[in-house]
């Protein structure tokens, strides 16, 4: 299996906007939110990293968020 692995520092400048049916729903910027991939490192909500199998395009370290998750981030 090929992978790529991309990890970005946003320096505090993380955002996400949350679509349903195409509308946007909600709008988030600030600290990388904890339950996106590689939350067991300590990466003080500045950095972003995925892995990537090249062969599918799927991101291999994705964890699904809770409602939880999502409600607190983008307070739905």
């Known amino acids: 299996m090929k992978t790529i692995s991309i990890g970005a ?7 996400a906007v949350l679509r349903k049916d195409g509308f946007i729903v909600g709008r988030y910027e600030g600290y990388v939110p904890a339950w996106l ?3 067991n490192v300590q990466h003080f909500g500045d950095y972003v990293e995925l892995t990537i ?11 699904k968020p809770t409602a939880s998750d999502l409600k607190n981030m983008f307070k739905e």
């Open 37 to 39: 991939p590689n939350r």
């Open 53 to 63: 199998d090249v062969d599918t395009g799927h991101i291999l370290n994705w964890q």
């Open 9 to 15: 520092k946003c320096s505090d400048q993380f955002s």
